[in-house]
């Protein structure tokens, strides 16, 4: 069955540094995708970044990109030059591409906080 | 704003109810998904329909069942609720696939 584990349940980083959110998935399948989501305290789900498992290019959007090593099976979130409204609850996803239709599975979530 | 709505905000309900939930997605999406957030569960994708058919099943429960209209709204039914099924239910929507979805501010249900 396909899983993903966030080993840091809450992170602590500087205004203006990067940070590494950790995200490691098992699967057999071939193809497949992974998401990253972030969830303000607010609670509304914000979709960040995805990386296809053929992409050979790492996803990058704007401040976020996506270290996608396929062989240790990780897909780490970086946030560059971080900022306060980067706080959040950040949650790592899997879907499968199975013939029959598609599945997604979460990851926990690493809470950030960044500091002033 | 993701131009994706979700009715009503909050519910309360008794066990053994039924409640609907209701998601308009953003125009020009065909792609409707349904997530049920609980502190126990974490996040768990329930269904995805896409231009009005099923396309996809994840942990969704019997009692549970949605579907999509040919306006693209989506619906999610819930019945005979029990208590565990107190949580924040999101709908995102995309365009097709799930490369890039865009998520509705959440129907957070309390069942007592």
């Known amino acids: 069955a396909q899983k993903i584990t966030q080993t840091q349940p809450g992170m602590f980083v500087q205004e203006k540094e990067a940070v590494t959110l950790d995200c490691t998935y098992d699967?057999?399948?071939?193809?497949?995708?992974l998401f990253w989501y972030k969830q303000p305290s607010s609670g509304e789900m914000i979709f960040l970044i995805y990386?296809?498992?053929?992409?050979?290019q790492n996803a990058t959007e704007g401040r976020y990109s996506l270290n996608f090593q396929k062989a240790r099976k990780s897909a780490n979130l970086v946030i560059s030059a971080s900022q306060l409204g980067d706080s959040a609850m950040y949650f790592c996803?899997?879907?499968?591409?199975?013939?029959?239709?598609?599945?997604?599975?979460f990851g926990p979530g690493t809470r950030l906080s960044v500091l002033p | 704003d993701s131009g994706v709505t979700q009715t009503p905000k909050h519910l309360i309900t008794a066990t053994g109810q039924r409640v609907t939930l209701r998601c308009s997605p953003r125009?020009?999406?065909?792609?409707v998904y349904w997530y049920q957030q609980s502190l126990d569960q974490g996040l768990q994708f329930l269904i995805q329909?896409?231009?009005?058919?099923?396309?996809a099943k994840g942990n969704i429960l019997e009692r549970f069942s949605a579907q999509q209209f040919p306006d693209l709204h989506s619906e999610l039914n819930l019945s005979s609720l029990e208590l565990g099924d107190s949580a924040l239910y999101f709908c995102?929507?995309?365009?097709?696939?799930?490369?890039?979805?865009?998520f509705g501010p959440g129907t957070r249900l309390l069942v007592l």
């Open positions: 995102a929507s995309s365009v097709g696939g799930p490369e890039a979805q865009y």
């Open positions: 699967t057999s399948d071939q193809s497949y995708g």
């Open positions: 990386q296809g498992s053929y992409d050979e």
């Open positions: 996803a899997m879907r499968d591409d199975a013939l029959y239709g598609q599945n997604f599975v």
């Open positions: 125009s020009g999406d065909l792609s």
């Open positions: 329909y896409y231009n009005g058919e099923e396309r």
